[in-house]
C-alpha cells in the first residue's frame, strides 16, 4: 500500500535573530504544525584537536511551512553546512536542531533516514546515476515511499515535463547537458512531495530562462503543498520569490528580513492607538526593527515573574491575562489584534506581572526592549499614549 501522507495547512511565520530566545521551551510539539524547521544555539566544527576549526556559532533560525526562504552570504560562510546539518547530513554536534517536529540530535542513524525521507534535496552537484535515465533517476527516489509503479512512473513524467524534459526523459545523464543534469535533480527532489526542500544553488548551471522557471516551481510548490524551501544563492534574479531573505556572515545568521512585511507593518501600527501620532520616519524605524512571532493555541508567550524584554502587539488571533496572586490564578482580559501588551515590565524595569497564552493561533509583532525605549526617548507622543495606557490599567 502507497504511504500517504498529511499535508499541514501553509502557514507563514519567522523570528528576527535579534529577539529569537534560546530556551529549551521553545521546541516544543505544540508549533510542530507550525514549523518545518527550528534551531537554537546551533554550533559546528571541523576536525579535532589543534587541527579543530569552528564554523558555525549560535545560530538562532525558524522556517515556517510553506515558507521560501532564500540564504544569502559570502562564500565559505557557513551556509551550505548549515543545510546539511538541517538536512541530517551531519550529526549536530551541539545545540538545537528540530526538523519536521523530529529533534535531530537525539535520533538515531535509521531515524535520521525516515526524516529524510520527508526532504528533498538540491545541491550543486547533481549526483544523478550515471547508469540510469533521466526518468529512471526521478521514479527511484518515489520508491521510499510509494510502491506502485504506475503511480511512480506517472508522477516522475509529470515533473519531467514541468521542467521541459518531456522529450530527454529516456536520456541518462551522460546524454544531457549541465543545465538539463540540474533539471532532473530538481525533478527527482520534487516528485516524492517533500515537505521540506533544501537546495544549494539551484540555478547555478541554468541560464536565465531556465533558473526562473526552477524558482517559479519552487514558490508554486512550497504554496500548494505547504512544502518549505530554504535555498541557498547568489543569483539576485530570483530574491523576489523569497518570503524571507537570511543573510549568513563566518558562521553565523546576522540578518533574518522579512520581504514586503516592512510596509505592511507599517500600516498596521498606523492603525494601532500606541503608534498612530509617530512620524512617518519614527514609523519606519520602528518597523524594521520589529519581528513577527507565532504562537499555537496554549503556548505562553510571557510568563509572570520573567524579566520584560519585548513589547508584543497582537497581528492575528486572540492573548488571555493570567495573573496568579496568594497561589490563585485567574483571567483578567482577554486581547485581540490591535492590542499590545509587556509595556509595564520594559518601563518599569521589574518582573511580569501577568501571564499571557495564546487562546488560540496568534500572530504578534514584537519590539525588543532596547529599541522600545529609544522609540519612547524619540518620541514624546509614544511616551504620552504609554502614560494614559498605563493609568487605564491600574
Not at 542513524?109 to 533517476?137: C, M, P, Y
Not at 520594559?346 to 501571564?355: K, V, W
Amino acid at each position: 500500500m502507497a504511504r500517504r501522507r498529511a499535508r499541514a495547512s501553509t502557514a507563514f511565520a519567522s523570528i528576527n535573530p535579534r529577539s529569537a530566545t534560546r530556551r529549551h521551551a521553545d521546541l516544543r510539539e505544540s508549533s510542530d504544525d507550525l514549523f518545518a524547521v527550528r534551531v537554537r544555539g546551533l554550533n559546528h566544527s571541523f576536525g579535532e584537536g589543534e587541527l579543530r576549526k569552528q564554523v558555525l556559532f549560535d545560530n538562532q533560525l525558524d522556517l515556517a511551512r510553506g515558507e521560501i526562504v532564500i540564504m544569502t552570504g559570502p562564500s565559505g560562510s557557513g551556509k551550505t553546512t548549515l543545510l546539511t546539518l538541517i538536512g541530517g547530513l551531519r550529526t549536530v554536534q551541539q545545540g538545537q536542531l528540530m526538523v519536521l517536529g523530529r529533534e535531530l540530535h537525539s535520533l538515531s542513524a535509521k531515524e535520521l533516514v525516515d526524516v529524510r525521507r520527508d526532504v528533498g534535496f538540491i545541491f550543486q552537484a547533481h549526483n544523478l546515476f550515471d547508469s540510469l535515465t533521466a526518468l529512471q533517476n526521478v521514479s527511484m527516489s518515489m520508491e521510499l515511499w510509494d510502491d506502485d509503479p504506475a503511480a511512480i512512473r506517472e508522477r516522475a513524467i509529470e515533473i519531467l515535463t514541468i521542467l521541459g524534459l518531456e522529450k530527454r526523459i529516456h536520456y541518462k545523464p551522460d546524454q544531457l547537458s549541465g543545465g538539463q543534469k540540474q533539471r532532473v535533480a530538481i525533478a527527482r527532489a520534487l516528485a516524492s512531495h517533500p515537505q521540506l526542500v533544501l537546495a544549494d544553488e539551484p540555478t547555478a548551471a541554468l541560464d536565465r530562462e531556465s533558473g526562473r522557471d526552477v524558482v517559479e516551481l519552487l514558490h508554486k510548490f512550497a504554496k500548494e503543498e505547504a512544502c518549505t524551501v530554504l535555498m541557498v544563492t547568489h543569483d539576485n534574479r530570483i530574491l523576489d520569490v523569497a518570503d524571507r531573505i537570511v543573510n549568513m556572515v563566518d558562521g553565523r545568521v546576522i540578518s533574518d528580513v522579512l520581504v514586503q512585511e516592512a510596509a505592511t507593518i507599517t500600516e498596521f501600527l498606523q492603525r494601532n492607538e500606541l503608534f498612530k501620532n509617530l512620524s512617518a520616519g519614527t514609523l519606519a524605524e520602528v518597523a524594521d526593527k520589529v519581528a513577527l512571532e507565532r504562537f499555537a493555541a496554549g503556548d505562553v508567550v510571557i510568563r509572570q515573574g520573567d524579566p520584560g524584554d519585548k513589547l508584543y502587539v497582537i497581528r492575528s488571533g486572540k492573548a488571555e491575562v493570567h495573573v496568579t496572586k496568594d497561589g490563585q490564578t485567574r483571567q483578567v482580559a482577554s486581547l485581540g489584534p490591535g492590542d499590545f501588551f509587556g509595556e509595564a515590565a520594559l518601563i518599569s524595569g521589574e518582573p511580569r506581572n501577568a501571564t499571557v497564552r495564546a487562546g488560540e493561533t496568534l500572530e504578534v509583532y514584537t519590539l525588543g526592549k532596547d529599541d522600545f525605549k529609544r522609540v519612547i526617548d524619540a518620541s514624546p507622543p509614544f511616551r504620552d499614549v504609554l502614560r494614559r495606557v498605563l493609568f487605564a490599567r491600574q
